[in-house]
């Protein structure tokens, strides 16, 4: 008996009116495996090359893209922090007064929790003048918190962010947002429309055509 778990299911791209509908296998315990043979569908085995193939209709699948991986097969990752930094000291020594010193360091922190991401930006300077005299400065742009609704090809951002819109100029507030994310939608689904351009030298008809 071949057993096809919840787990394997999940990764085929199947509709979800089509995982709700599999039966669990006769004599199998606790519903660990799934009955995917069907008269439309085949799951073969096979020991010598150590392979499993499955053959299902293109009516039970989601969209499908080569360059395109479905949110059922990603990811939240590790729980991980992260600290990126860049740090730049220079020094002024001019022919007549005393010499100073500056140093500058930004950054992002953050923190990684399952699907949340928690990131805060960060700025700090320091002068040492001459005379034994400092100054120093630390600032936080924005500190915010996000995480991916693949449900709703969106993300919310909760915190300080930057309005992003093509119509308003940008600005900083404290907030909540929910945005599109186009990153989460395949290729040929991204953008309005493709930009199409050339030059014809005689009369000439152009076919324009999606996916054939």
Known sequence: VICVTTDMVAMLGLKDKIIHGLKPVTGIPDGQCLELR???????YSAEKQRLT??????????????WVPPSRWSDGV??????????????MPQQGKTSDSYSLY??????????????????????????????????????????LPALRSKLTLGQTYLSSAIFDSFRFAGLTLASDERMLPPSLQGYAPK???????????????NG
């Open 38 to 44: 069907s008269a439309d569908s085949q799951v073969r």
């Open 54 to 67: 499955f053959i299902i209709p293109q009516a039970w699948m989601r969209y499908q893209d080569p360059d």
């Open 79 to 92: 729980t991980a922090g992260l600290l990126d930094y860049s740090l730049m000291a220079s020094r002024y």
């Open 107 to 148: 950054g992002t922190a953050g923190f990684n929790l399952g699907p949340w991401r928690l990131r805060s930006d960060y700025q700090y300077s320091r002068l040492d003048s001459g005379h034994g005299a400092s100054q120093s400065d630390f600032y936080l742009p924005q500190t915010y918190l996000f995480r991916a």
């Open 196 to 210: 199409i351009s050339g030059i014809a030298n005689s009369n000439a008809q152009v076919t324009v055509s999606q």
